[in-house]
């Protein structure tokens, strides 16, 4: 199955999943009660479970839980030699273990490293592992807690992160991730302890060790929490980690399912499930035009051999070809995962761009596990803001006014990528580091420093390979746009749901801007492209674009 058959195919799959999935999502985070497994946890932690809180309490144990997820993967990463399963592998150097463990923790899963010739057993199940489950539980902690605010009134409580937190691990990602495990494992995905599979002569007559390890169960969780690090340094595109056109499919889907999921719990937890179809129709048409704009142009490069072969095949697998290798490449960067099944930097130039600007629009089609829905939410936001305006009536999402406060934590959280990814970028080009870390020069060389920068801020992880991003400047500069990006927007999201918690609810009147339907869904797309074309269309005219130009001249 290729092609255009296969794209619809994954939409048909999502759209059938996310209902059942959304109305399990719902019930988790609305049940009042908790389970034996999770009365143990909080036991152990000393947490109340029905202790709602104020917001700047949930943010705080959120920032908190995160701040010491960092500490404790960077001590792992540290200290590998001393540890068991560690394979002989060596500690990684403080920059490269700052900048894996912020990495991680963000849910961003930037790899400096190669994989499989860094990582031990352990390092990467009960480090990198762990932190795949927990990254995406504080994502979805967030998302929950902004709908409290939006379903919720007169009241200073949004929930309880712990409880949050853990329901998204036990009840969720945990569960889904076994399942889909013995799926791949069934496939053909490699799943053991042994470290390498032994030496073998390659036809050049040379001697190689194949490493093998715990793949299947890293790769199922790594997909489906929106974490996308690999086992092996080729990622996706290596046939250990994606054997079959048929575990390309499957891990598509997985990177898809929990934020389309998310989208219509949204919807039931709001008691209007127009709501939730609304924004999958935004996010799927988002996704539909990315994916038509880089199947065009990864098909229609003018370049002679592309002409010849009839498409832009260079850093495909064969396994897959072009259009698999399209399709999971805007998979990747719609979604916050940055998994990759063949080389981004070998795609066209102007197939590079569409795969940086699903990124630059906030990965918000469907983005990420929770922040893909938050971030739906926030331009759902400017879109009622907008509307409101051409009305001549205060802005309402859910009978809820939206006022100047909460218009300025809105206004916040767009400004913040794009802040970390320019700054960053200006930075970078500015020293001599990025001439000496680019692989390319001109236009292409820029869009590798732009694209690192854009996949760390929006915490994507994946990357154009022609960056050596090993050095001390951008590991650290890296994992600085990381905790920018991640963190930054989450403090205005939970300040956010704090605020709209407070306020009253309205009454619809025949006056009230509708937030659902095809007109709304319409100028929600329009917002999203607008937002996004002013914050970064200076900078892609500068690196995709003119590449592509070149190209497309001769």
């Known amino acids: 199955m290729t092609g255009w058959p296969q794209a619809a195919f994954v939409v048909v799959v999502i759209v059938a999943l996310h209902v059942p999935l959304g109305d399990y999502l719902a019930r988790v985070y609305t049940d009042a009660r908790h389970s034996r497994v999770e009365r143990v946890i909080y036991r152990l932690c000393g947490v109340d479970p029905d202790n709602d809180q104020r917001w700047p309490h949930y943010l705080g144990a959120l ?41 991680f923790t963000t849910n961003t899963s930037w790899q400096s490293y190669s994989g499989e010739a860094a990582m031990g057993h352990l390092a990467l199940a ?29 009241t200073d409580r949004i929930g309880n992160f712990w409880v949050d ?49 715990p793949v299947a169960s890293w790769e199922s969780i790594k997909l489906m929490s929106g974490d996308g690090g690999g086992f092996f340094n080729a990622n996706s595109a290596h046939p250990f980690e994606n054997p079959t056109q048929l575990s390309n499919v499957i891990e598509i889907v997985l990177m898809l399912l929990v934020p389309a999921g998310f989208i219509r719990m949204f919807g039931r937890m709001a008691g209007d499930r127009r ?4 924004l999958l129709a935004v996010a799927g048409a988002l996704f539909l035009l990315a994916t038509v704009c880089a199947g065009v142009v990864q098909n229609t490069h003018p370049g002679t051999v592309p002409a010849a072969v009839g498409a832009a095949a260079e850093g495909t697998e064969t396994r897959f070809g072009v259009p698999g290798s399209t399709l999971f ?34 990965e918000i089609s469907p983005g990420g596990c929770g922040s893909g829905l938050y971030g739906l939410l926030m331009i759902s936001l400017i879109a009622v803001f907008l509307g409101g305006l051409m009305v001549g009536r205060t802005p309402e999402y859910l009978q809820k006014e939206i006022g100047g406060r909460e218009m300025k934590a809105v206004v916040l959280y767009h400004l913040v990528t794009p802040a970390a990814v320019l700054v960053g970028s200006a930075l970078a ?54 905790l920018v990006g991640r963190y930054l927007p989450m403090i205005f999201v939970v300040a956010l749901a704090g605020m709209l918690a407070g306020r009253p609810r309205g009454i619809a009147t025949a006056g009230t801007l509708p937030s659902h339907g095809p007109a709304f869904a319409l100028m929600t797309v329009a917002v999203a492209l607008i937002v996004g074309a002013l914050g970064y269309l200076p900078v892609l005219s500068l690196g995709p674009l003119a590449d592509g130009l070149r190209h497309a001249l001769g």
């Open 165 to 213: 937190l853990v329901r998204s691990v036990v009840r969720v990602l945990l569960p889904l991730s076994l399942l889909f495990a013995l799926v791949l494992v069934a496939l053909g995905v490699v799943q053991n302890l042994d470290g390498t599979m032994g030496t073998v002569t390659t036809p050049a007559g040379g001697r190689q060790t194949i490493p093998v390890g």
């Open 429 to 482: 080009v500015g020293t001599s580091n990025a001439r000496t870390a680019a692989g390319n020069p001109g236009a292409h060389g820029l869009s590798e420093v732009v694209y690192a920068f854009t996949s760390a801020a929006a915490g994507n992880g994946s990357a154009f390979a022609g960056l050596n991003s090993g050095g001390a400047f951008f590991e650290i500069a890296l994992a600085i746009a990381m």
């Open 329 to 362: 490449g805007v998979t990747a960067t719609s979604t916050a995962d940055g998994a990759a099944n063949s080389g981004y930097g070998s795609f066209t130039s102007l197939g590079g761009g569409v795969l940086m600007a699903g990124m630059m629009l906030g």
């Open 63 to 103: 920032l908190a839980f995160s701040g010491v997820g960092v500490l404790l993967l960077y001590a792992v990463l540290r200290l590998q030699p001393v540890l068991p399963l560690s394979l002989g592998r060596a500690g990684l150097s403080p920059a490269a273990a700052f900048n894996t463990a912020v990495s």
């Open 126 to 154: 009960a480090g990198l592992g762990v932190q795949a489950f927990a990254s995406a539980g504080v994502g979805m902690a967030a998302g929950v807690a902004l709908i409290r605010g939006l379903v919720r009134q007169r």
């Open 275 to 278: 709501q939730g179809w609304t």
